[in-house]
């Protein structure tokens, strides 16, 4: 009897859930990168160095990934909109503790620890549901759930500037909390895939693609044990090192070359249409199956890396505002294609798990690199070598990811070969088996 498992409708209500993913992208990831606003004034307020100022945003995206493995867990144990909804109150809450301004530590926990678990509650959740929502079109729905985060932050970059100016960065950091109250909404439309199953025989990708059954409900650590999901983690790490230091330090270095006022807001505005751009281009690309996924995600992280050590050389706006438009074109297709890479290693069926311990391990790079930057800057008092740095560990990255595409086509050469040798000598052209 074969299973009759409801497999994904690649479209229909699954466009509702792109919808509710983008929005989710918006209220989280392209918050995140707008921290760099508040980040001057925190300075200022508790007069502290550039390296210590770090340390908030740096803990904020260090939680927000330590709490994937949770949030997949979670995820696999109750479903995303249970876990949305957690996550969208602990993003509010962690922003309503930070506004009232008790001390440095006090926002290590509040927009660190607090707001950092609640963004991973609802990203993880939100990604892990388009994955399962479509199959044919996933590169290029993840694209556009995932463009959330630029359109958003094109308005952000200008709204925050204004919050700031009007409110104080505390009043602002509270009305961004009460935005972050929608997040509850997204996760209310995250519909679970409907399944029902009358026998034990699987039946391709379209099993492996509806919600998880009772088989592979649990959280599986066993995907440590593939060596490409290994140095997949090693690009991670590195890449996450290199991703969090140009939003943080774009508007300081701005300000440091002589540009003030709304100038460097602009430019964080048209660095997030180029990532727009950037994430639905190379979406489009990826599902046209022109290059592997690795192999295109290789040389987007290689060139970001390129662009980023460039950058310093500009001592004007139209300069960089020319790198920023580059680097957010490039940053972009890193992104749209960096998480989707992880059902290519590990497979459909262990992409929950594989996205929470991808997640937790980048951490590692998230934690080091805005501080490590800041360090620089103190040490040099110049914000080039953050960027220098940054650049450095996306070329670094990319190293990683050419080599788990290496082994991947090895594997499947070795497959292949094996396929081949169950067909007699003589039958190997006609394909008839022994």
Not at 113 to 133: C, E, K, L, N
Not at 146 to 170: D, H, M, N, R
Not at 331 to 347: K, P, R, Y
């Amino acid at each position: 009897m074969k299973s009759r498992r409801a497999g994904p409708p690649d479209g229909g209500y699954g466009w509702v859930v792109v919808a509710s993913a983008f929005c989710t992208m918006g209220l989280t990831a392209a918050v995140l990168k707008n921290y760099g606003h508040f980040f001057l004034d925190i300075q200022s307020h508790f007069g502290v160095l550039t390296s210590t100022t770090s340390w908030v945003t740096s803990s904020t995206i260090a939680m927000f990934h330590i709490g994937a493995p949770v949030a997949s867990a979670l995820t696999l144990r109750f479903s995303q909109r249970v876990v949305m909804i957690a996550g969208g109150l602990l993003c509010t809450l962690g922003l309503f503790l930070a506004s009232l301004d008790l001390s440095l530590p006090w926002l290590f926990l509040s927009m660190g620890i607090i707001q950092g678990a609640g963004i991973s509650f609802t990203w993880i959740p939100a990604m892990s549901m388009v994955s399962h929502y479509f199959v044919r079109w996933r590169p290029i729905a993840y694209a556009i759930a995932s463009s959330g985060e630029c359109v958003f932050a094109i308005v952000f970059s200008p709204f925050f500037k204004w919050l700031i100016e009007t409110y104080g960065w505390q009043g602002a950091l509270l009305l961004v909390g009460g935005l972050q109250l929608n997040l509850c909404i997204c996760g209310a439309l995250m519909r679970p895939l409907e399944t029902s199953q009358t026998s034990t025989q699987e039946s391709g990708e379209d099993d492996a693609a509806a919600l998880p059954s009772k088989r592979r409900a649990l959280f599986q650590c066993s995907v440590l044990k593939n060596p490409e999901f290994l140095l997949y983690i090693l690009f991670a790490i590195f890449a996450a090192a290199g991703f969090f230091i140009p939003t943080l330090f774009l508007v300081p270095f701005a300000n440091s070359v002589g540009i003030g006022d709304y100038w460097p807001a602009f430019i964080l505005s048209v660095l997030a249409v180029a990532d727009l751009v950037g994430r639905l281009f190379c979406g489009w690309l990826a599902n046209m199956g022109f290059l592997r996924n690795l192999q295109l995600l290789s040389i987007v992280a290689t060139l970001l890396g390129v662009v980023l050590l460039l950058l310093p050389v500009s001592h004007n706006y139209w300069s960089i505002l020319v790198f920023a438009v580059l680097y957010g074109f490039l940053f972009g297709c890193v992104v749209a294609i960096h998480v989707t890479s992880i059902v290519d290693i590990v497979t459909l069926e262990r992409f929950d798990s594989g996205l929470g311990l991808f997640m937790l391990f980048r951490s590692i790079g998230g934690f080091i690199g805005p501080p490590a930057g800041g360090w620089l800057v103190d040490q040099t008092n110049d914000f080039s070598s953050a960027f220098y740095l940054s650049g450095f560990c996306l070329i670094s990255s990319a190293v990683f990811v050419v080599l788990v595409d290496c082994l991947i086509q090895k594997r499947k050469a070795v497959e292949n070969e094996l396929c081949q040798g169950t067909f007699p000598e003589d039958d190997r052209e006609t394909g008839k088996a022994i």
